[in-house]
């Protein structure tokens, strides 16, 4: 089962910067934070992980509160192309691999 | 870099039939996986492949479905006989080890069952 629970959606403006919460109360101190992307009829794809800091790339930042008991993925302009369903896991680093998929949030970025 | 390559991308066939499916990872990726998506929920691992041996296959039906990834690079995944509830989408991924290593994903295989 999945250990994190997400809204089923949100929407967002064309421009401003959506806020995706995900909470993980039960997250172990080896388990990391990941975030994925799905756009329609694609298959998922890496956004950003972390372990206890902030992290950001170019595409999004990852806000981490400091017991790790949550997490907020911001992408910081939507785009139309933004749209898609979002998935936060939390995984073992070390230790096999799999990703385990809860129902996700789908974001709609509105023009 | 090319990304997974997956074929068909489409297959419609009746129950009881069987199929198969095909993933080529990203060159030099020594794992991956396989995951069904059905319709309105994430994808769920079905098995992991670390080169050609499997990690993990304990939410594969053993009974109608397997798979093999002969050589440690191209994989294939088959169905048989299948059943209505197998419709979904068979995505296939890779990453260049497991654990923390990001796994990058194929477009998919949407798989109909009538």
């Known amino acids: 089962d999945a250990k994190t629970t997400q809204p089923p959606s949100m929407d967002c403006a064309e421009g401003r910067a959506a806020n995706l919460p995900c909470n993980h109360s039960t997250i172990s101190g080896n388990e990391y934070v990941y975030w994925y992307r799905q756009i329609h009829s694609q298959g998922p794809q890496y956004i950003i992980h972390g372990l206890k800091n902030n992290e950001t790339n170019e595409m999004a930042s990852l806000i981490i509160t400091e017991d790790r008991k949550s997490s907020t993925l911001i992408l910081p302009h939507a785009t139309l192309r933004d749209t898609a369903v979002y998935y936060c896991?939390?995984?073992?680093?070390?230790?096999?691999?799999?990703?385990?998929f809860g129902q996700g949030t789908e974001l709609s970025v509105k023009p | 870099e090319a990304g997974v390559a997956q074929s068909p991308r489409y297959k419609i066939i009746e129950k009881r039939q069987s199929v198969a499916f095909w993933c080529n990872p990203i060159s030099g990726h020594a794992t991956l996986y396989w995951y069904q998506q059905i319709l309105g929920q994430g994808p769920k691992l079905l098995i992991q492949f670390q080169n050609n041996g499997v990690v993990d296959d304990s939410q594969l039906p053993k009974d109608r479905f397997s798979a093999e990834r002969l050589k440690g690079v191209d994989s294939t995944l088959k169905i048989q006989p299948a059943k209505l509830e197998d419709s979904a989408v068979y995505l296939c991924?890779?990453?260049?080890?497991?654990?923390?290593?990001?796994?990058?994903f194929g477009p998919g295989t949407r798989l109909t069952v009538t």
């Open positions: 991924a890779s990453s260049y080890g497991p654990g923390e290593y990001e796994q990058y």
């Open positions: 896991i939390v995984r073992v680093g070390n230790q096999g691999g799999k990703l385990i």
